[in-house]
């Protein structure tokens, strides 16, 4: 089945029950990424995007409605 012993043990290992992840933390240190800078506040509290924007209503589409139409 296997080509070889070692090959075999070692998919009998990640096959069994026995083998778990193990948990790592892991923290890029500042400037090692491009992407990774310091938080100053929340972007909940102080959003980047625009807020309180117009939303249009079309009102409910016509799948929506033949769909409840049918639960009944």
Do not use: C
């Amino acid at each position: 089945m296997f080509k070889s012993t070692s090959a075999g043990l070692v998919a009998l290992t990640f096959l069994s029950g026995d083998a778990k992840a193990a948990k790592t933390k892991y923290r890029p240190p500042a400037g090692a990424t491009p992407w990774y800078k310091e938080a100053t506040h929340s972007t909940w509290e102080k959003p980047d995007w625009d807020v309180n924007y117009f939303v249009p209503n079309f009102g409910q589409d016509r799948e929506i409605m033949a769909s409840l139409s049918n639960t009944a």
